[in-house]
């Protein structure tokens, strides 16, 4: 099923009651909460004490999306905190901490997203398809807002979809950065079925529905 993540990194946080309204407003079913730790990403934004006030305030999906060195040692917080998805990425920890996570995950009955960089092949996630409930392609390097969409990441999204559809699994795959009605379609294509709109939601000049903005996909 095809959904919208508004992220509110975009903003007014000043204002960040009436901004999760205006994302219940629009229809769309899921937050996008990005969690940045100045380490690996080159940028801090926000941790535990937004994720327990955005989730005192809707019953949104709040999707958890952790740019952080060594997550594991956050999981079981940010699920406390409220989180329903907690996406975390591949290049921050091992093999044996990535299996460790996604079970601990699943063990609080929450679910699990692996994140890959632009610059991390498809590959690298296959391992894991089976076992999680969606892939997080990064459509810009992780850390800000407002960046331009990389096309020639497309490529992984058909590649892990096509590969899902083989093992007859069903997955999610999300794409965030620089998603915009124009790019929302060309990631629809490749596969993707989430789409993380930060800029394109909370700073456009003609605020869309989510079907508004799904409509844009066909
Ligand atoms: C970037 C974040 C994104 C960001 C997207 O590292 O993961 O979620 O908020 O912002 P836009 O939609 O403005 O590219
Ligand atoms: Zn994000």
Redesign the pocket.
């Known amino acids: 099923m095809k959904q919208v993540s508004p992220?509110i990194?975009?903003s007014d946080m000043l204002n960040l009651g009436n901004e999760i309204k205006k994302i219940e407003n629009s229809g769309a079913k899921y937050v996008?909460i990005?969690i940045m730790d100045g380490c690996f990403?080159p940028n801090i934004s926000f941790g535990m004490p937004i994720i327990s006030a955005v989730r005192k305030c809707t019953d949104l999906v709040l999707d958890v999306?952790a740019?952080i060195v060594q997550p594991q040692r956050y999981i079981e917080e940010f699920i406390k905190c409220g989180a329903d998805i907690v996406t975390f990425h591949i290049e921050a920890s091992n093999d044996e901490d990535i299996r460790a996570s996604i079970d601990l995950i699943k063990s609080l009955g929450k679910k699990v997203g692996l994140s890959i960089k632009p610059k991390t092949p498809a590959e690298a996630v296959i391992p894991y398809v089976n076992d999680i409930d969606m892939v997080l392609v990064m459509t810009?390097e992780?850390?800000?807002?407002?960046?331009k969409f990389m096309g020639e990441t497309m490529e992984k999204v058909t590649e892990i979809r096509d590969y899902a559809n083989k093992i007859g699994k069903e997955l999610d795959i999300e794409v965030?950065?620089?998603?915009n009605n124009d790019t929302i379609k060309i990631a629809a294509d490749a596969g993707a079925n989430i789409f993380?709109?930060?800029?394109?939601f909370f700073k456009s000049e003609e605020p869309l529905t989510a079907e508004q903005i799904l409509s844009k996909t066909e």
């Open positions: 992220s990194l975009a996008h990005d990403v999306h740019m810009v992780p850390g800000f807002g407002g960046q965030d950065g620089g998603i993380v709109l930060g800029t394109g």
